[in-house]
């Protein structure tokens, strides 16, 4: 049972347009939201996090946006740069309960930028 | 400030052997967690340590065993090796264990033949 899911496998778009990842989430417990980005044969680097207790976070052309009735969070990064182009990983954690401070990984959306 | 590392880089072990993989945190974080990533999956979380004390873990059996040292360095041993055990470990240190951001390490590529 997947608590944390990225339904899209993969994603293309041009330079310097919008890119969106989404990600949804069935465990209510979840307060901590996180994206990370992988290149192949590195680990994943942390992007940006956004609280429960907020709906939009924003780090440079990097936006975090939180639904919590929906249980949806999206990741918008504007402009897209070819740079940007790896797997990005949704992840969750809970600051309480079993499991406690753990991360919860979604499967991974393949984000190509084209020139 | 140096990053977390992890060595070795890559492995290859046979069916039935042990090996133990290691990570340095982050300077100044004393709380590690393991993570394993399978081809095409996300990261799945093994355990955590945090001031030398196991604190959770996920669904991975017995065999999967850790250590935190008293650097807050780390190290994962998994005993009687199985072919599904290939896979990227990860290893991911934060400044507390109360902190939700987690910084990874580049990870040990392990291949069980």
């Known amino acids: 049972d997947q608590q944390v899911k990225q339904n899209s496998p993969s994603l293309s778009v041009q330079e310097g347009r919008i890119s969106i990842l989404n990600c949804d989430y069935t465990?209510?417990?979840?307060?901590?939201f996180l994206w990370y980005k992988k290149y192949p044969a590195e680990g994943p680097t942390f992007l940006i996090s956004i609280s429960s207790i907020k709906d939009k976070n924003e780090d440079g052309r990097f936006t975090v946006f939180l639904n919590k009735s929906a249980k949806h969070l999206s990741l918008h990064i504007v402009p897209s740069q070819p740079g940007d182009s790896a797997v990005y990983f949704c992840a969750a954690s809970a600051a309480s309960g079993a499991g406690s401070y753990q991360l919860t990984f979604g499967k991974g959306t393949k984000l190509s930028v084209i020139p | 400030e140096t990053g977390v590392t992890q060595s070795p880089t890559h492995l290859i072990k046979t069916r039935g052997q042990q090996v133990t993989l290691r990570c340095s945190s982050q300077?100044?974080?004393?709380?590690v967690s393991w993570y394993q990533q399978a081809l095409g999956q996300g990261p799945q979380f093994i355990f955590q340590y945090y001031r030398e004390e196991e604190n959770g873990r996920g669904n991975f059996p017995p065999r999967f065993s850790g250590l935190q040292f008293p650097n807050y360095s780390s190290e994962l041993n998994v005993n009687a090796l199985e072919l599904d055990d290939s896979a990227l470990y990860l290893c991911a240190s934060s400044l507390e264990l109360f902190t939700d951001t987690q910084y990874f390490g580049p990870g040990t590529r392990l291949t069980v033949l």
């Open positions: 300077s100044g974080h004393n709380t």
């Open positions: 465990n209510s417990m979840f307060d901590y």
